[in-house]
């Protein structure tokens, strides 16, 4: 069965330090990879997408960037955090043979102080 | 690109009642339609999806329903529990995005169910 791990679950990181979140999937070849923000209410804003290893469309322009280093590992990074970066964090990856949809990682909650 | 419209925002029910969360979207060739339950501080769970060669799917307490010529699905929660409280999100996506397919998430239903 397939398995998706997101790391850290909580993180408190002062403005202007970089960032490191890390997404791997177990399980499937291949995947669909995305990054998701929910800010202050409910909305799931999409950052980025990869549909292969070292293919990142970006979504939103912003100060953060994503990166695909290995077919299962889905990375999103900052050099300098914001106040606005505050928020959760949701890797998904997707399946679309017989129309699965995306299954989520279990997300991390970043507060940028 | 695909736009999803989610209605109401808030919806409180007593328990026991039910619930009806509508979107509509835009796109006619959107083909699949997921339903994701968000309960505080955790991740959204896929709950019930439906393609569009099926009008109605149920699967115990939920159903959705969907009305292609009109564009628009729903979800209907039966006999509603306080668990049923939570965020429940619909999305589609279009058959034409090929390989960088993506789903589109309506804004979201904050359920409260009162008991």
Redesign the interface.
Known sequence: SQTIHQWPATLVQPVGSPLSLECTVEGTSNP?L?WYRQAAG???Q?LF?S?GIGQI?SEVPQNLSASRPQDRQFILSSKKLLLSDSGFY?CAW?R?EG?????????T?LTVV | GENVEQHPSTLSVQEGDSAVIKCTYSDSASNYFPWYKQELGKRPQLIIDIRSNVGEKKDQRIAVTLNKTAKHFSLHITETQPEDSAVYFCAATPISSGSARQLTFGSGTQLTVLP
């Open positions: 669909n995305y409910r909305g799931l999409l997408y549909v469309s949701l997707g679309w129309a699965h949809g995306y299954t989520f990682g279990s997300g909650r």
